[in-house]
């Protein structure tokens, strides 16, 4: 066959290599390629030799032969081999002779534009770009998946697109059928079972799949555990990935070192869908297997992770209590709550340290009524409990009611709790202890009593200069420069931020969201400098960073700010949007003022002042119920009646303006606020 493709080009080609097939015996392989190699080396013209199918062919005689004859290749020729899996040939030594050029899986995979142009010619459906984009993302450009979808499009009516492309998986009979027969179907029994059992991991590396294969680890929900009946040999599980991966069926490596793998998003769904068709009784055993793997290399997250799959709620609990405090540090609020909220509620209501984490989860996150509900429950079963454990547990709820106090403006009592939990606190326990000492400090700085606020925040920052206390640090670094600009210190502020910054990128904490209080209040003093792009590049970020960590503190911070900087920037429709988004994270999260944040609301008014609103303004004053009087005013009120004498001189009651602004004046001389002083005067 070869030789008739090769007449086609020059008829004289192998006519003797022909004849020499029909004798007996044949001559050696090289003496025949030989003969043929010296025909080709007379024709002057260009041509293309293309072996299609390589990978059917499983003989090392044609291999060896094949190698011999691309090693005498004559210049006018070239060979184009196409095929499934890489074929046994010196791939290596091609490509470092610069002999072979490659066009692989990735290199044929649609781009997300070609992706968009297939899907228009083979359907009459006019898909969205994010439902084009849904589908390019799900098959990962690969066209056949991409055929497949476009096939199924076509039979559906257009208000039923939506639905599909959201479904669209490995279990789809389209894409079941094509992966089965044509792939899963193809491999040895042993490897079936490989696939199938590794299918239950997002990544794949040689120790994990030996550690799944190999698991008997008894399972504690009462389910009767039976062996599949073909297992490959655990121990070359790193072998079977790189074979995968020279088979190119369906994975691909994540590392340069070939160590850890991924399989295509439609294969893995297949797999996991014929895993839990074929042997339904083992899934569980494999997601704990594959926890306890990643509990021994310290990856925690996919250790819980799989243990909650696993629905091994006591080993998930105890997972979670190992690294719920860490998580709240980091701010990683969303991730721990949809962990929590996968438990029964039995197992949170009969463990209250893991209850205790739900707690702060809740209240970090803006959910107060919910947190203190869930408190009062906790404290009830710890009042009847009287272990070691409930001791511990104690101190956490102390220091919990301690946050919720703030939250209710009770000043006092939650200076006295912090004091109490610090004092029963074990010490080992330097996480929670730093919370609570910038509870305190927190409580101190609302109250206006400098002092042991900076105090308290310097110790924090001297002494939480870790990964485990970062997200506390960090606050303390921004609370500390926010009283620093009450003090009027505006340079020792903004040297503080950066030496927070410093810290950041020297223990690569960039992607922390709690590293957004740095950004917006160091944009913020930016602002106050006149260096206006600085200050809305720092402010963008730092929103980006509460938005990722959903942090309602640091992103309503941020956009008050960032409609200050608008404003000054002369962009009205800016500063309004700005503003008007971060109202609006106040009424979702309902923070209480008892936090040391700019208001929205005040700075409505302030905005609205300034454009000669001052109906609304009005209306602002009188919902916050502020007096006109000259009553005793707390520097956490400050804020608001520095607005209000700005409404009162904009309406021209100056002397009850003149009133409000020397009681302001008396308490910022008597705390040394200079930077408030600045802005009374």
């Not at 079972?193 to 008894?218: K, M, N, Q, V």
């Not at 997601?287 to 998930?316: I, K, N, P």
């Not at 709790?417 to 409580?443: E, F, T």
């Not at 994270?585 to 002042?609: C, H």
């Amino acid at each position: 066959y070869m030789i008739a493709a090769l007449q086609t080009i020059q008829p004289a080609v192998g006519t003797e290599v022909l004849a020499l097939l029909q004798s007996s015996p044949l001559p050696p392989s090289q003496t025949l390629l030989t003969l043929l190699i010296n025909d080709l080396t007379a024709v002057t013209d260009k041509s293309l030799l293309v072996l299609d199918d390589y990978h059917l062919l499983d003989t090392a005689t044609i291999d060896q032969a094949l190698t011999f004859f691309i090693d005498h290749l004559p210049p006018t020729l070239h060979l184009v081999l196409t095929s499934r899996a890489d074929p046994n040939l010196p791939l290596a030594r091609l490509r470092a002779n610069r002999q072979l050029s490659e066009l692989r899986s990735a290199d044929l995979r649609f781009t997300p534009t070609e992706t968009a142009q297939f899907l228009a010619q083979m359907s009459d459906l006019n898909l969205a770009p994010a439902e084009v984009a849904a589908l390019d993302r799900r098959t990962e450009g690969w066209i056949a998946g991409l055929q497949m979808a476009a096939l199924s499009l076509g039979q559906r009516e257009t208000e039923a697109v939506a639905q599909f492309i959201e479904a669209f998986s490995g279990s789809h009979h389209y894409i079941m059928d094509y992966l089965v027969d044509e792939v899963l179907h193809q491999q040895p029994v042993e490897l079936q079972t490989f696939l199938l059992y590794t299918s239950i991991l997002d990544r794949l590396c040689g120790p994990l799949c030996e550690a799944i294969l190999r698991g008997t680890e008894p399972l504690d929900n009462g389910r009767d555990i039976t062996p599949a009946p073909t297992m490959p040999d655990a121990s070359g599980a790193q072998e079977i990935l790189a074979y995968l991966e020279h088979a190119n069926l369906f994975i691909t490596p994540l590392d340069n070192q070939r160590r850890w793998y991924r399989y295509h998003p439609l294969f893995a769904d297949l797999l996991r869908h014929r895993l839990q068709q074929t042997y339904p009784d083992q899934v569980a055993r494999l997601h704990l297997s594959a926890s306890q793997w990643y509990e021994q290399a310290g990856l925690m997250d996919s250790a819980v992770q799989h243990a909650l799959t696993a629905q091994v709620f006591s080993r998930a609990a105890a997972l979670v209590e190992q690294v719920a405090s860490a998580m709240i540090q980091r701010s990683e609020l969303t991730r721990l709550l949809t962990w929590l909220d996968l438990f029964p509620a039995e197992v949170v209501e009969t463990q209250p340290l893991l209850g205790l984490y739900y707690c702060w989860g809740l209240f970090l996150s803006g959910q107060i009524e919910a947190a203190a509900a869930r408190l009062e429950a906790i404290e009830t079963r710890l009042e009847a409990d009287e272990t070691k454990q409930s001791s511990e547990a104690q101190a956490h709820a102390a220091a919990m009611r301690a946050y919720l106090m703030r939250e209710t403006g009770d000043l006092a009592s939650t200076i006295t709790l912090s004091r109490q939990a610090l004092a029963h606190l074990p010490k080992q326990d330097s996480l929670l202890g730093a919370m609570v000492a910038l509870n305190l400090a927190i409580a101190y700085y609302l109250q206006g009593e400098f002092e042991p606020a900076s105090q308290h925040l310097s110790q924090i920052i001297a002494t939480g200069q870790t990964a485990q206390l970062m997200a506390n640090t960090l606050s303390a670094i921004y609370l500390n420069a926010q009283l620093l600009r009450a003090q009027g210190h505006l340079q020792q502020a903004r040297q503080l931020c950066q030496h927070g910054l410093d810290l950041v990128a020297r223990h690569g904490w960039h992607h922390f969201p709690a590293v957004g209080f740095l950004y917006v209040v160091l944009g913020d003093l930016l602002r106050e400098r006149n260096e206006l792009t600085p200050a809305a590049e720092y402010l963008e970020k730092g929103i980006e960073l509460g938005q990722a960590g959903g942090h309602p503190h640091i992103l309503i911070a941020g956009h008050v700010w960032l409609a200050r900087l608008r404003q000054t920037q002369g962009d009205e429709t800016g500063s309004q949007a700005a503003i008007r988004t971060a109202w609006q994270l106040e009424q979702q999260y309902k923070v209480s003022r008892f936090w040391p944040l700019p208001s929205a609301a005040d700075y409505q008014a302030r905005l609205w002042i300034a454009q000669g609103n001052l109906a609304a303004a009005n209306r602002w004053a009188q919902a916050n119920h502020l007096s006109r009087a000259g009553t005793p005013i707390a520097y956490l009120d400050e804020a608001a009646y520095l607005t209000l004498a700005r409404l009162q001189i904009a309406e021209g009651n100056f002397e009850t303006a003149e009133t409000h602004l020397l009681q302001l004046h008396q308490a910022a001389v008597s705390t040394k606020r200079s930077g408030s002083l600045i802005e009374i005067l």
